[in-house]
């Protein structure tokens, strides 16, 4: 009885480690890769306005173009549950509809609940091609 439970045990570990290593990649030893946004022609992409809505796999990001022709780029996802935030560029904030956040431009907390800033993203820009990069600065 002893032998069968030990391979009992010996059958599903493996089973267990492969589901383990999927939900949660981290805690098998195996790092995360970065999603990247990558375009060649910012032009099109803000379309006249300073900032664009982007994807980076499947997280929502927002991409803007300041006045010296720089671009930096932060998560929209909340801090507090992790909502899809809205950026309303006649208030220069961002609001989660979810439980009522607001953050400033800068991503720092305007409005509880949430009390960590947004997460700002890296950004590259070289020969006309930006590059942002689901990596916190």
Not at 39 to 54: E, H, V
Request: hydrophobic letters at 40%.
């Amino acid at each position: 009885m002893r032998m069968l439970n030990g391979l009992g045990i010996t059958a599903i570990a493996p089973i267990a480690y492969a589901a383990v290593s999927y939900i949660y990649p981290p805690l098998a030893g195996r790092k995360e890769r970065a999603e990247q946004f990558i375009t060649d022609n910012p032009d099109k992409l803000f379309r006249g306005k300073n900032y664009a809505t982007i994807k980076l796999g499947d997280k929502d990001a927002i991409l803007f173009k300041k006045q010296d022709n720089t671009f930096e780029a932060m998560s929209l996802q909340c801090t507090h549950a992790g909502c899809t935030l809205l950026w309303q560029e006649q208030d220069n904030q961002f609001h989660c509809r979810c439980h009522g956040g607001i953050f400033r431009r800068d991503g720092s907390v305007a409005a509880a609940p949430p009390t960590e800033p947004l997460a700002r993203l890296t950004v590259r820009h070289v020969d006309g091609t930006i590059t942002v990069i689901d990596k916190p600065i």
